[in-house]
């Protein structure tokens, strides 16, 4: 049986596996994590690249999870490093109905909420604020932002993580990863995109792998990878060139003219 757990610590990691972990992100799984500090080690060691498949996500303070699995079976690791199987129910995932599945640090997670801010109080009917202004403000607030592959928190997001982020900070929860964003949103033609829409880009019968928040025509506001912040800009050739559409969310009014 599932049992309740909240975040002790003001950012966790989301894990692929108890050993996902390298040398280069002790500052991720130390006992008061630190993602400046994570970021700055990364950078140095040239090692970013290296999270695709070990990182998954974020938690911060005081956001619920549920610790799966059977109660024999839920902790792995030395007696100073235990790591628990949970799902981030306010963080949907194609992966696990109950939210996105993945391994944490127990020591990061406690029985009860701690006394902190979060977003945990966000659900799934938007507020009445929560409309393609109100959307494109808050994601404006993370220009200059460091991307980090899987990275959902003030200092660090990836760009499926800015768009729910932004979206939960108006009280709506969509789909973590841009391929289930994809999929939650009404598909569109590029052309007919409005300001607070998405675009999305896919390689040649791929799912899509990176989402954008159309601040106006042919022009977006992300969280490049290739980069190093988040930017706003217009689509370059390259963009183009993977650009399969765009999405819009049902229950987010879109606006009709350019909100640049």
Sequence with gaps: MDSHGYVTVPVTALWTRPTAPRDV??????????VAAWLAALDAARA???????????????????????????????TDQRW???????????????????????GHIGEKAPDCPSLAASTDRPEA????????????????????????CDVAVDCSGLVHRSLRQLG?????????????????????????????F?????????????????????APESGAVVIEEPLTPARKNTLIGAGRLPF?????????
């Design 25 to 34: 992100d002790g500052w991720a799984v130390a006992p008061r994590p630190d």
């Design 84 to 106: 628990i199987q949970v799902v981030a129910p306010l963080q949907p995932s194609r992966l696990d109905a109950r939210g996105y599945p993945g391994w944490v640090l127990a």
């Design 252 to 260: 987010l009014p879109s606006l009709t003219g350019d909100a640049g």
């Design 202 to 222: 896919a390689y040649e019968g791929g799912r899509p792998h990176h989402v954008g928040i159309v601040t106006g025509p042919g022009r977006m506001l992300h």
């Design 172 to 200: 709506v929860v969509i789909p973590r990863d841009a391929d289930d964003q994809y999929d939650a949103c009404e598909h569109i033609t590029a052309a007919e995109a409005s300001p607070g829409d998405l675009f999305f």
């Design 48 to 78: 970013r690249t290296g999270l695709h498949g070990r990182v998954l996500t974020q938690l911060e303070c005081c956001e619920p999870v549920l610790i799966t699995g059977n109660p024999a079976d839920r902790t792995t690791g030395s």
């Design 129 to 152: 604020g929560a409309d393609a202004t109100a959307f494109i403000a808050v994601a404006r607030t993370y220009l200059g932002v460091h991307y980090l592959w899987g990275g959902m």
